[in-house]
Structure formats: C-alpha cells, structure tokens
C-alpha cells in the first residue's frame, strides 16, 4: 500500500515538473483581424485572435469570439535583418485574404505558411487579372 503511494507521488512529482517548463514556453500575442481569411484550408472569421506558441515547432492560432482554432506545423522559417514587430502579414487577391507569416516580436525569425491549394488557385486566377496581390499587415499586441 505505502508503495503505491509513494509511486504515485513520484509519477505526480516529475509530471510537474514537466508542465512547468512547458507553460513557462507558452508565448501569446494577440490580434484584431477585421477581415474573414483562410489559413492553410481553413476559413477563418473576422474577430480577435490569439497566437499561442504551444512548442519550438507548433503555434496555434485561436479565435477568442468563437473559441475554435487552428493547429499550425512550423515549416518555413522566415528571417529578417532586424527585429520585427509582433504582426500577422496576409496576401490579398480581391477579397481574399491568406495568411502567409506570423512575426511573435520577440527575434528576428518570423513562421512563414506555405500557400494552400486554396490560395494557388486564387493566385492563378489574379495573376490573369490586371490588379496584382497586395500584402496585408495586422499588428499584434
């Protein structure tokens, strides 16, 4: 009996100590985004957003107004000269908008998103048109 306790209060101890270092790397930066866009397949709605660092390798971004959100694999990694600001960069083709980067403000290392099949094909169909794609920035506080 007492070696079940104490087992027990030893898987309960190194599980803490565990989680801990993992909250701890939780990084969170918000957005407003007024405008309805896609990431990767997903569409997403107009509101305000939160971009959670779960691990070195995966964000997840969350709609705090509908509660629902997206896990996102970090592939790309783009890079700056300099330090930029915490900011999500979006391509606009009409009324379209993709995300394309997410900038935390903490480094000079930014997570770039690869084109979805989705926003390929839109990206075909504007480049037959006049009006070439606009990149749009929200800042994130």
Do not use: C
């Amino acid at each position: 009996m007492k070696r079940n306790i104490y087992g027990a209060l030893a898987i309960l101890g190194v599980a803490l100590m565990v989680s801990v270092p993992l909250v701890q790397a939780q990084s969170r930066v918000k957005a407003d985004v007024p405008f309805a866009f896609s990431l990767q397949d997903k569409s997403m709605p107009a509101g305000n957003y939160e971009v959670i660092a779960l691990s070195d390798r995966v964000l997840e971004v969350w709609n705090l107004d509908s509660q629902h959100g997206q896990l996102l694999i970090k592939q790309i990694a783009t890079q700056s000269s300099k330090a930029q600001n915490a900011k999500l960069v979006f391509h606009k083709y009409g009324d379209q908008y993709f995300l394309s980067e997410i900038w935390d403000g903490r480094s000079d290392t930014g997570t770039g998103i690869a084109e979805s099949s989705r926003e390929k094909e839109v990206k075909m169909a504007a480049n037959a048109a006049p009006n070439a794609p606009e990149t749009v920035v929200v800042a994130m506080k």
